[in-house]
């Protein structure tokens, strides 16, 4: 059992580029989630899904996009980077009826750094 | 509006000696309370988590939390710190948003705990 893996681990954008980061689970859980955790900050919620197909914003949606094909993957896209997307993104994933029921599992994170 | 303060952005302990993290929360209505741990280059792992039931949470590691309503705290402590504790630690409040049925948690922004040899 892998969890929750996240790929990549680092990386480095130019202004106005784009990306994409991948988030796989194999717990079979049913929600996931992306968080962003920036310098000295708690995480903040970029996206959730409660399952595939169903896809809603966090607290902080704006400058990102998510899809959910599958139950295993929850990808989160970066059309045009910009300097205040620097930050550190943390998938994460939990069974079912959301984050105050269920423990949540996290991955490891990817950095992320846009010059 | 609920939020959470770490009164503490480092601590620093000596190994065998207590650990006091501090959290403070505020929020509109009996909350829900976690404490989150971030070893490095790893992903956050829950320590324990309060949800109404004794205010005394006992989690993994040895680690506990008092719910303090009248202080309005949720204070992680451990008796005897071990160098494997070295990490950043999350106090988080939750939220049941308005029109949705999904808990939404509210991080700090952390406590890096020290451990001393």
């Known amino acids: 059992n892998a969890g929750v893996t996240q790929t990549p681990k680092f990386r480095i954008l130019k202004i106005g580029q784009s990306m994409t980061l991948q988030c796989t689970q194999d717990?079979?859980?049913?929600?996931m989630y992306w968080y962003r955790q920036d310098p000295g900050m708690g995480l903040k919620l970029i996206y959730y899904?409660?399952?595939?197909?169903?896809?809603d914003k966090g607290e902080v949606p704006n400058g990102y996009n998510v899809s959910r094909s599958t139950t295993e993957d929850f990808p989160l896209r970066l059309e045009l980077a910009a300097p205040s997307q620097t930050s550190v993104y943390f998938c994460?994933?939990?069974?079912?009826?959301?984050?105050?029921?269920?423990?949540?599992?996290f991955g490891p994170g990817t950095r992320l750094l846009v010059l | 509006a609920q939020s959470v303060t770490q009164l503490d952005s480092h601590v620093s302990v000596s190994e065998g000696t207590p650990v006091l993290l501090r959290c403070n929360y505020s929020s509109s209505y009996s909350p829900s309370l976690f404490w989150y741990v971030q070893h490095p280059n790893k992903g956050l792992q829950l320590l324990l988590k309060y949800t109404s039931a004794a205010t005394l949470v006992k989690g993994i590691n040895g680690f506990e939390a008092e719910f303090k309503k009248s202080e309005t705290s949720f204070h992680l402590t451990k008796p005897s710190a071990h160098m494997s504790d070295a990490a950043e630690y999350f106090c988080v409040v939750s939220r049941v948003e308005r029109g949705s049925t999904l808990g939404r948690l509210y991080f700090g922004r952390g406590t890096q705990l020290t451990v001393w040899p």
């Open positions: 994460a994933s939990n069974l079912a009826g959301g984050p105050i029921q269920e423990t949540q599992y």
């Open positions: 717990m079979n859980h049913n929600y």
């Open positions: 899904s409660v399952g595939a197909g169903i896809t």
